[in-house]
């Protein structure tokens, strides 16, 4: 199938497949007579793979590891349970991050009068100032 169906398939922008197939992350199986990229059923599975993958946060090395050791039925699951592991702490700490900054920003919020005045705590901590 050509670029735009495997797309549609796997649920990607053709942009971001074809940035796939350029780094060689999701190559397609070959090139038609016409000269258009060929992918097959198997490069849309595994343009989901990396669609799900990178949804979880796994970076694009991350995902070629997990795409290796998903092509390899020799594999550890252990290898694969390490992966995500070392992916869960990550989003955990992003989530503290997250939920800091939010706190922050609903106390700006909070100074606020949100009247016709121009003085506003929030810009004012944006920008780093104390008052």
Same mark, same amino acid.
């Given at each position: 199938?050509?670029?735009?169906? #495997?797309? *549609? @398939? ?6 971001? !497949? /074809? +940035? +796939? @197939?350029?780094? $060689?992350?999701? &190559? ?8 258009? /990229?060929? +992918?097959?059923?198997?490069? !849309? ?5 990396? =669609?799900? @993958? /990178? &949804? ?5 090395? %991350?995902? *070629? ?14 290898? !694969?349970? =390490?992966? #995500? %592991? !070392? ?5 955990? =700490?992003?989530? #503290? ?11 700006? &919020?909070? &100074? ?12 004012? $901590?944006? #920008?780093?100032? =104390?008052?």
């Amino acid at each position: 199938m050509r670029i735009g169906d #495997a797309a *549609r @398939a796997s649920g990607l922008p053709v942009k971001t !497949v /074809r +940035y +796939y @197939a350029d780094i $060689g992350l999701v &190559a397609p199986s070959g090139r038609g007579g016409n000269g258009y /990229r060929d +992918y097959s059923a198997s490069d !849309v599975r595994r343009l989901g793979f990396v =669609r799900r @993958a /990178r &949804a979880f946060g796994f970076s694009i090395d %991350e995902c *070629r590891e997990l795409l290796g050791l998903y092509a390899d039925r020799g594999r550890a699951s252990a290898d !694969v349970k =390490r992966i #995500a %592991e !070392v992916r869960i702490v990550e989003l955990d =700490r992003q989530m #503290a991050e997250l939920a800091e900054l939010k706190s922050d920003l609903a106390h700006l &919020a909070e &100074a606020c009068a949100g009247d016709g005045r121009p003085d506003c705590p929030i810009l004012n $901590g944006l #920008a780093g100032e =104390r008052r």
